[in-house]
């Protein structure tokens, strides 16, 4: 082991291996047995438990902590990959518990990004080419498949199957053992396989610190969207027509006309 790129301040267990020309910051402690690749860089203050392996061309922010049994930045299940050379990039204070697993990406240059303060709780996966915004909870055994993006501040239920390509908006609670195979507006509750909208997500977007006329305003579009029997085009001119604007409702049209799979439609409990 090289210490060429390694901190006087890390802390690196005896039983680890650190392979020569990965970066390992000040403060950043490696435990027990873990294994991290040449290519690693790895942030200060960061943890990484015991029996972690971190490999392939991968960046951790500072002050995570990674628990045993994780596999960050391994190659992808991806019958297209082929050796490429891609990456992960895991954002600031992010927390990946037991047996959490993170691919890189499908793709030369390409990248699979996690961003800050987001908790992925034990057994979760992340495939190859996803990205996870800011202050994401993924409970348990929940799964990304391919290519799924989720938006700031989302809540994704334990064993909850998310189907590649397949986006999650901002603010967006998905109850557990959902099945999504299209996409989640955002601010709105869905559970169910496969899932429908329950509502708007009005507790998270309180807690979120939404200002109570962008609620107004979220809460007439949601009216709109899924009350009004219009399609999602329709639905979408009128939203631009009629509700007051604002940085909310603006992301929500944005997301509402790249809604490439479709969007999950409102649970009729006399269906």
């Known amino acids: 082991m090289s210490t060429e790129n390694i901190s006087a301040e890390a802390q690196i267990h005896p039983t680890a291996i650190v392979e020569e020309g990965a970066k390992i910051a000040a403060g950043a402690q490696i435990g027990p047995y873990s294994v991290i690749g040449s290519d690693v860089e790895i942030g200060e203050g960061t943890i990484i438990g015991p029996h ?161 006329s962008a609620r107004r305003s979220l809460k007439q579009a949601y009216r709109i969207l899924y009350r009004s029997g219009l399609s999602l085009q329709k639905a979408v001119e009128i939203i631009e027509q009629e509700v007051a604007p604002c940085e909310e409702v603006d992301h929500l049209l944005r997301f509402l006309r790249n809604a490439d799979r479709g969007i999950c439609r409102e649970r009729r409990d006399d269906k």
């Open 52 to 212: 972690v392996v971190v490999t392939g061309w991968t960046k951790i922010g500072k002050e995570c902590h990674i628990f045993q049994g994780a596999s960050i930045g391994e190659v992808p299940q991806d019958l297209k990959f082929k050796g490429e050379k891609s990456f992960t990039y895991i954002g600031d204070r992010t927390v990946i518990r037991e047996g959490a697993t993170v691919h890189r990406a499908t793709g030369e240059g390409e990248e699979t990004r996690i961003g800050n303060d987001c908790l992925l709780m034990a057994l979760t996966h992340v495939a190859h080419n996803c990205v996870i915004g800011n202050r994401v909870i993924m409970s348990n055994l929940a799964s990304l498949a391919g290519h799924a993006i989720v938006e700031d501040r989302a809540v994704v239920g334990g064993m909850t199957g998310v189907h590649q390509f397949v986006k999650i908006g901002r603010n967006a609670m998905i109850g557990g053992m959902s099945r999504l195979t299209q996409d989640v507006v955002p601010y709105t509750i869905v559970a169910g396989q496969p899932a429908k909208v329950a509502g708007l997500n009005s507790v998270g977007i309180s807690r979120a610190g939404i200002e109570l």
